[in-house]
Every structure is written in structure tokens, then in C-alpha cells.
């Protein structure tokens, strides 16, 4: 059984007493004691990774990690794992390296869904190759459009990208169904954004049948500055390599230059060896706890907090269709910077903002929301800080 209290022991922020009561983990998750350890013992090291004889140790670690992320998605080999800074360059090495696969007169599908990180890089890349651009709109549910989505299909879908969970309400697409009708009524590859979905739920990129994926170390308990792209070898095989240089190549000489196999193609210069050592770290800490009983432990901490902000007046609440650990509000006639700085002066982490998801924030009708999020390291004691804070702040407000 989950116990969150020695969870949170593996974690360094928690043993200063004076820690704020942090609650931004769908911003960024704190980091375990593991990768702490396997990033000092790197730096503490020497040499590189592929370079030379000496570096046997770090190459087998860090290819290890390549590996356990392999296995942590069900991907069809170690191959179609590609190390990049994180979803954000993930999502623009796809983008990118399909130019010249999309044409003037081919069409990209979206989502009001979709993080900045997908949004804008679809919307700039339409504007490069000349491509229709659709959004596809949610509904009150904060769910796809499915039948929008099938008015939109043709033989002209190039690329369909969608968000597999919102960072801005916790709402799970149904992302299996979405991409069976895509796969029905188009020849489109089909991208996932999973940044938010990689820490809540299992994935298995062979059974949703994506064919790229990308998500951020970071928001697993990793290192800033990793981020996986996998998906389907035949759909890596396509790519174009957005960057250039050592290590990406097989044979450089004044008249030709050829490109390495997969995944080396798409990880050209010296790599963030520290990030993935660090990260194999925690993937393997993480191997001894259940996912789903963590997901559980936080999603009943977020209800308890959205059945209590049901009593206060004038607090609106966007809550997702499914059990979330994101609590997304805002009170009526309070603005959200106002009420999130007057929680962070009594040591409360939230989120206020637009979230990077302006076109959701509009379709909510919204120009800002508040945003709690837990993870399995927050404790019932939280919830209260939480409370307290809250009804200091509004008090303070409503003077």
C-alpha cells in the first residue's frame, strides 16, 4: 500500500521546516533524493558519454536510462527513445523535421486544448508550409469535439497534435478513441503532448497508437532540462534533424555527409549526460512504488479541496470530468495575482496566470485562473495550510 508519508521522506525540500506548502507540481514536480545523488556522483566524475574508452561507466548509464524510459512507455525499442531539453523541443524536433512532408494545401488539426507548446509550434509551422490550420473546440466538459474533429479529417490531415491531459484543469482526453477515428478517416500522423499525463497514468505508446509522443523529465521527479520524443520507428524515420554536428553523423568528408541510425540521428552535440544519469536514477527509484495508488493519494486530496471550495461564495470552479489532482478556480470579483500573492506571503505554492494555455483560458472565458495541484508527497496537513492561508487572504481582500 502507497504510504505518502515515507514518500515524502525521499524528498530534500520537505526537512526545511521553513518550506513553503507547495502545491505546483503539474508546474514542476520536487525533486527525490536519488536524482540528487546520481547527479552529484556524475559531476563528481569525469568524461563523456560515446567519446571515448574511458567513459564505458557513464555511456552504460546513461544509455540504461534510454532503456527504462523504453520500458516506461512500451515503445518498440530502445531506438525510438530521442533525448531532447524536454516537450517543448520535442514537439518542435517533429514539427520541424515533417516540413518537408507538409505542403501548401495540407492541413494541421489542434486543439483549444493544447499547452503554448503545442499551439504555437503547429500554428508557426502551418504559416511555414502554407498548411490550413484547424482548431478543433471542447465542449463544456472541457472534452475534444469529437464529432468536430471528424468533419475535419481528409486526405489533406498531414499532422493531428493533441494534449493528452490539461495542465490547466486536469482533464484526461480520450486519447485512444481520438486517435482510432483519426487513424479511420485519415492517413494524418498523430503527435501527443503527455508533458501533464507522464506522472498520472501508465503509458503505453504502442496500445494508444501515437506516433510520436513527448513529454518533460521534470515533471516525473527528473532533472529540468531532459525530455524524451518516442513514438512508432517508421514516424521517427521521417524526421529531418532540427539541429546539426557531432555525434548525429556516420560519415563526414569534403563532398558528403551522412546521418547516424536512430536515435543518434535526432541527438546531435554534447548531451545533458548529467540530466539522463539523473534520470535513469529516479526512473529506477520509481520502479518500487504503484503508480495508480500514488494518483489516488493525490486525486482524493484535490477533492477534498474542490468539495471545500464549493462552500465558500463567489468561487468558481473548473473542475475536469474525471478524478484530477488539479484543482483549477478563481473567486468572482477577486483577481488571481491579487489573492496568489497574499498566499505566497504566508508560504503557499499555487499557480496564477494563463498557464501557457491562453486559448483554453479563452475558451473558459477567463484572462487568469488559480491553481493547486497535488502530487503523492503532499499530506493532509497541506490541505489545511491551504485553507488557513485561503481565509486569511480573502478576509485581508474583502475589507
Known amino acids: 500500500m502507497f504510504n505518502p508519508q515515507q514518500f515524502r521522506l525521499q524528498f530534500p525540500y520537505f526537512r526545511d521546516t521553513q518550506a513553503v506548502t507547495y502545491l505546483d507540481s503539474a508546474a514542476t514536480a520536487l525533486k527525490p533524493q536519488a536524482l540528487i545523488d546520481a547527479t552529484l556522483d556524475f559531476y563528481q566524475s569525469s568524461g563523456s558519454v560515446h567519446r571515448s574508452q574511458y567513459d564505458e561507466k557513464q555511456t552504460a548509464l546513461y544509455e540504461q536510462a534510454r532503456h527504462r524510459v523504453r520500458t516506461l512507455l512500451n515503445a518498440e525499442s530502445d531506438n525510438a527513445v530521442i533525448w531532447t531539453s524536454g516537450t517543448t523541443q520535442a514537439i518542435n524536433t517533429v514539427a520541424n523535421g515533417l516540413l518537408a512532408h507538409i505542403k501548401a494545401g495540407d492541413e494541421i488539426i489542434i486543439s ?53 491531459v490539461s495542465n490547466v484543469t486536469g482533464t484526461q482526453q480520450p486519447i485512444e478513441e ?162 496568489a500573492t497574499l498566499m505566497a506571503e504566508q508560504h503557499i505554492a499555487l499557480r496564477s496566470g494563463v498557464h501557457c494555455a491562453q486559448p483554453y483560458l479563452a475558451r473558459l472565458g477567463r484572462s487568469a485562473t488559480l491553481r493547486l495541484s497535488f502530487a503523492p508527497y503532499n499530506l493532509q496537513q497541506d490541505v489545511e495550510n491551504f485553507f488557513v492561508a485561503l481565509d486569511s487572504s480573502l478576509a485581508l481582500l474583502r475589507e
Not at 127 to 149: E, F
Not at 214 to 237: D, Q, R, T
Not at 270 to 280: D, M
Open 178 to 339: 481520438l486517435i482510432t477515428l483519426i487513424r479511420r478517416h485519415s492517413q494524418a500522423l498523430v503527435l501527443v503532448d503527455a508533458a501533464q499525463a507522464i506522472s498520472h497514468l501508465a503509458i503505453d505508446v504502442q496500445k494508444i497508437d501515437a506516433d510520436f509522443i513527448a513529454f518533460s523529465a521534470h515533471k516525473l521527479y527528473g532533472p529540468n532540462g531532459i525530455g524524451v520524443l518516442s513514438g512508432k520507428l517508421k514516424a521517427l524515420e521521417m524526421l529531418e534533424p532540427l539541429n546539426f554536428g557531432g555525434k548525429m553523423v556516420a560519415r563526414v568528408d569534403k563532398t558528403a555527409i551522412s546521418f547516424a541510425e536512430l536515435p543518434y540521428r535526432l541527438e546531435a552535440g554534447t548531451p545533458n549526460i548529467a540530466g539522463v544519469i539523473g534520470f535513469n536514477a529516479v526512473l529506477e527509484w520509481l520502479q518500487q512504488y504503484d503508480i495508480a495508488q500514488m494518483e489516488q493519494h493525490a486525486v482524493a486530496l484535490a477533492q477534498q479541496v474542490k468539495n471545500r471550495l464549493k462552500t465558500y461564495a463567489q468561487c468558481r470552479l473548473f473542475d475536469s470530468p474525471q478524478p484530477s489532482s488539479v484543482v483549477c478556480f478563481l473567486f468572482e470579483h477577486i483577481h488571481c495575482a491579487d489573492l
Open 112 to 164: 483549444e486544448a493544447d499547452h503554448h507548446a503545442n499551439f504555437v509550434t503547429w500554428t508557426e509551422t502551418a504559416k511555414k508550409c502554407g498548411a490550413k490550420l484547424h482548431i478543433l473546440p471542447i465542449g463544456d466538459d472541457w472534452l475534444i469535439d469529437k464529432s468536430a474533429l471528424l468533419a475535419r479529417l481528409n486526405p489533406k490531415t498531414k499532422v493531428v497534435a493533441l494534449n493528452f
